[in-house]
């Protein structure tokens, strides 16, 4: 779990990820993984989740950049004390790899700022390699 702590905007940001054989194909070096991300706002002013940058790293250390507006096709305000959860995948070329980046956010006053995501692991289970 991670986040920014800057005053009173802080988010916090938990991360699952999990292996989905039934979606990979591990001869023609696709490996599927779903994860659930946990966007809690700690803080003591709302805010809006703009955009996301993920930097996705794969064994052979090939990295992917993405970016883009909102989560899932949405850009969820959060007031304090609420929470986001949503779900989405990653597909790798090697069967471990990693995930981490952040989210822009603004407070309702129109204060920009960033909540980091640590980084995490994409693994299939050692009894599958």
Same mark, same amino acid.
């Given at each position: 779990? #991670? =986040?920014?702590?800057?005053?009173?905007?802080?988010?916090?940001?938990? /991360?699952?990820? @999990?292996?989905?054989?039934?979606?990979? /194909?591990?001869?023609?070096? %696709?490996?599927?993984?779903?994860? #659930?991300? #946990? +966007?809690?706002? #700690? =803080?003591?002013?709302?805010? $809006? *989740? *703009?955009?996301?940058?993920?930097? +996705?790293?794969? =064994?052979?250390?090939?990295?992917?950049?993405?970016? =883009?507006?909102?989560?899932?096709?949405?850009?969820?305000?959060?007031?304090?004390? %609420?929470?986001?959860?949503?779900?989405?995948?990653?597909? *790798? $070329?090697?069967? @471990?790899?990693?995930?981490?980046?952040?989210?822009?956010? @603004?407070?309702?006053?129109?204060?920009?700022?960033?909540?980091? +995501?640590?980084?995490?692991?994409? /693994?299939?289970?050692?009894?599958?390699?």
């Amino acid at each position: 779990m #991670t =986040g920014s702590s800057i005053g009173p905007r802080s988010i916090q940001v938990n /991360a699952v990820a @999990v292996y989905v054989e039934e979606r990979s /194909a591990p001869h023609q070096e %696709q490996f599927f993984f779903a994860y #659930t991300i #946990t +966007i809690n706002n #700690t =803080g003591e002013v709302p805010a $809006k *989740l *703009l955009s996301r940058h993920w930097i +996705i790293t794969d =064994g052979r250390g090939e990295v992917q950049e993405v970016r =883009g507006d909102g989560v899932v096709g949405e850009q969820p305000h959060l007031r304090p004390g %609420q929470s986001f959860q949503y779900t989405s995948a990653a597909i *790798l $070329k090697t069967p @471990v790899g990693s995930m981490h980046g952040a989210y822009r956010m @603004v407070t309702d006053e129109g204060e920009h700022f960033d909540a980091p +995501i640590a980084p995490f692991s994409l /693994a299939v289970p050692s009894r599958l390699n």
